[in-house]
């Protein structure tokens, strides 16, 4: 057992970081919230060159996976950075078109980043359905490919750019792998939670160790490093959860990673904010767009309840 | 990245469970904080000694087999699933050994340890007294050089187990005209029946003498009981104090079986809706002490140490015991507060978590400044 990653995986998400800082997603973000998407579309080129979609794809489909390990890797980094678009749901998508068929038609764009997917079920609000060529709808009789999307709506995260998919279309498989599906969705939006929660804790303490009150440092004062130790042991303890369940996908890992990395990330988004005082407030300062994902995130691809409700059924 | 155990890992476990099915008593012990249960504990720990699973990870000559981290958390799995007792040795395992290990003497070594392993001497911890808590180096208790030794005057509190323990260790202050508090300090270690000692047993919240009070008078100790240098004793108490908070501590094992015994319960009481987060989140809580652990001994193995990172540990397992034992005791009612309920025990046992090993509030100091890099402030 050696339960830690290896120098190739470390790499790796180094080698995202630095890509992801250069990229200035914060901008890169708020031209996606106003439907700009030419930016990100570029950005998203480059994530994909990296090669984290294809950790998605099998290799019998022009990627390089299945590899949950690394892509939860690639994800904490796609979260620390914020970066806006249907990435879960593309990774979903994936999983979702396992059939030869639909997988050799679709697979290939998926993994090079040439298209983009979301999923969601038949009439319900899906990401980004405006920029995404792949629209899945999982309908009563099976996966079917969506004929179009309703008007976009805007949410309180305001990356999350939300469609309903139009009924109908052409049935893609009779029996889409939906439990699988599940668990790949919630890994990688688990793995983005943490990723989520890790900048607002980085953030908020190079915040508070500039922010002078008092005529000191705010970050000297004990009630202050006291929230953020807090901050720093549950996303800690999240973190082994996540790439556990990476390691085993289990149901019942996936789903305690899910609840854990996302009720992390919220809690230190609360803390986050408390401790920037009103700049934390405002949507102008960047640390908004992380505040607000990390409450969404929480409610995508499986409540609290839902996976607790996975937790206690066990193994 | 992996979980895998080897093949010779595997049989260690099976070997193990089996022992451990054959040999773990069938009624759980009396309390250990009784008289009559510190006895029966005492004995359990000569039948785990005499098979050689009482130190498993530790050197053979010791009493152990040599088992490593990994085979350790193995063996802490079986044992706490196999429903195995607390162990009385705790104190010394945990803390005394890691100290000899890294910093005592070959004879030391040779005759502390063996003794230790098979519960034949019981050690207690005498750090804290009335006037240093949380600010341990403002000790005041005395090492004076005596022929061919010290003598320990003052007065040592809160000493675990120290009502029915035979040897105790320990910080002295042996040069009182340091600058700084942290320097001039001895580690030393005494017999708990030696002529000038007093123990006076404290009651813990149930009544039951878990801790107790140590006067010392002018009690002789032997030069051959020095761990490490005269004077150095705080670098040498703390090089070893994250042992306490980290992993040896609380194995994951522990809280493993702790949470698959609530889910029990809770299945049992007909899954009350209410109490269905609190449960779901100890068997997450546990899982993610596990993984935690398993990290952190694979980066052991790899040769770093495990330092300030102890602390988000002690703050994890201290609050998670306490969040764990309520849920029970809610899900109980009076039944769980009666005071033969083994539920009852655990939470008297869980509530002082925060409090020993370092408070959290030290720890969240610690984790603030050592681990983000926060300013250090006025306390
Ligand atoms: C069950 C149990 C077993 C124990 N076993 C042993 C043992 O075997 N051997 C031994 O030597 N000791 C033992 N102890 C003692 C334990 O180590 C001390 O209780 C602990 O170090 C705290 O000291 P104190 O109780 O004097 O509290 P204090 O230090 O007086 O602290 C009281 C409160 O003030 C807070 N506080 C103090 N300083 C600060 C600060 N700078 N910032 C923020 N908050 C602060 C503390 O966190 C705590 O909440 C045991 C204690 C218990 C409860």
Redesign the interface.
């Known amino acids: ?6 120098t190739e ?1 470390r790499a790796f998400a180094n080698s995202l970081d630095a890509m992801l800082t250069a990229a200035d997603t914060p901008s890169v973000v708020r031209e996606w919230s106003r439907g700009e998407h030419t930016r990100g579309r570029a950005l998203w080129a480059r994530i994909a060159e990296a090669g984290v979609f294809a950790l998605a794809v099998p290799e019998a489909y022009e990627g390089l996976g299945p590899r949950p ?1 690394e892509l939860a890797v690639a994800f904490m980094e796609l979260g620390r950075h914020a970066v806006p678009g249907p990435l879960v749901e593309t990774v979903t998508a994936a999983a979702l078109l396992g059939d030869p068929g639909p997988a050799k038609r679709f697979l290939p764009a998926l993994a090079s980043g040439e298209s983009m997917a979301t999923v969601a079920h038949e009439g319900a609000y899906a990401l980004d359905g405006d920029v995404t060529a792949v629209r899945l709808a999982l309908a009563v009789d099976g996966l079917r490919l969506a004929p179009g999307h309703g008007p976009v709506r805007g949410f309180l995260d305001p990356a999350r750019r939300l469609t309903r998919l139009l009924p109908g279309g052409e049935l893609l498989t009779p029996d889409p792998p939906v439990d699988r599906a599940l668990l790949w969705a919630r890994l990688a939006t688990a793995a983005q939670a943490l990723g989520v929660g890790l900048a607002l ?1 980085e953030r908020t ?1 190079a915040y ?2 500039q922010r002078v009150q008092f005529g ?2 705010i ?4 009630a ?3 929230r ?3 901050a ?2 549950a996303l ?3 973190r ?2 996540v ?2 369940a990476a ?2 996908m289990a149901p019942v ?1 996936v789903a ?1 990673a899910k ?2 990395a996302c009720e992390a990330a919220y809690a230190t988004a609360r803390t986050a904010l408390q401790l920037h005082g009103a700049i934390g407030y405002t949507a102008e300062y960047d640390l908004s767009l992380w505040l607000t994902k990390a409450r969404a995130l929480r409610t995508a691809w499986g409540t ?2 839902d ?3 996975e ?2 059924r ?1 193994p | 990245m992996d979980l895998d155990l080897t093949p010779a890992e595997e049989a260690f476990r099976a070997e193990a469970r089996a022992w451990l099915r054959a040999h773990v008593p069938s009624a759980p012990l009396p309390s250990l904080e009784t008289e009559e249960g510190f006895a029966a504990h005492r004995a359990w720990e000569a039948e785990l000694a005499a098979d050689r699973w009482s130190v498993v990870n530790w050197p053979a000559r010791y009493g152990g087999r040599d088992a490593g981290l990994i085979r350790w958390l193995v063996f802490e799995e079986e044992y706490y699933a196999a429903g195995g007792p607390g162990r009385v040795g705790q104190n010394g395992i945990s803390l005394l050994a890691p100290t000899l290990f890294d910093h005592g003497t070959e004879e030391q070594r040779a005759r502390v340890l063996p003794s230790m392993a098979t519960g034949e001497v019981v050690w207690a911890q005498a750090w804290s007294e009335p006037e240093a808590g949380s600010d341990l180096a403002s000790l005041r208790s005395r090492a004076t050089r005596a022929d061919g030794g010290w003598r320990l005057s003052g007065q040592k509190t809160w000493s675990s187990r120290a009502a029915f323990a035979d040897r105790a260790f320990g910080l002295f202050r042996s040069d009182p005209d340091t600058p700084r508090p942290h320097q001039g300090l001895t580690y030393l270690m005494f017999d708990l029946r030696a002529p000038g000692v007093t123990v006076r047993p404290i009651g813990r919240l149930d009544g039951k003498p878990a801790f107790a009070e140590l006067f010392l008078d002018e009690v002789f100790v032997p030069d051959e009981d020095v761990i490490g240098e005269p004077g150095q004793g705080w670098r040498v108490a703390m090089s070893t104090a994250g042992n306490e908070r980290g992993l040896t501590l609380r194995s994951p094992g522990r809280f493993l079986a702790a949470a698959d015994r609530l889910h029990r319960l809770w299945r049992d009481r007909g899954r009350p809706a209410w109490a269905q987060d609190r449960v779901a989140d100890a068997l997450a809580g546990a899982r993610a002490y596990q993984l935690f652990a398993y990290a952190a001994a694979s980066r052991l193995l790899d040769g770093e140490s495990i330092g300030p990172k102890s602390s988000l540990n002690k703050v994890f397992w201290s609050e998670y015991d306490i969040a764990l034992h309520e849920t029970a005791l809610d899900l109980l009612s009076e039944e769980g507060e009666a005071a033969d309920s083994a539920w009852a025990e655990g939470y008297v046992f869980a509530l002082a978590g925060p409090v020993y090993a370092g408070t959290n509030e030290i720890q969240r100091d610690i984790v603030a400044e050592r681990l983000l890099g926060l300013p250090k402030g006025r306390r």
Do not use: N, W, Y
């Open positions: 057992m050696r339960f830690l990653l290896d995986q390990v804790l303490v508070v160790g000191v440092p970050g000297s004062f004990q202050v490093k006291h953020l130790a807090d720093k042991i800690e303890f999240a082994p959860l790439l556990g390691v085993t890992d305690a609840v854990s609290p309840h996976c607790r409700t937790v206690l066990g």
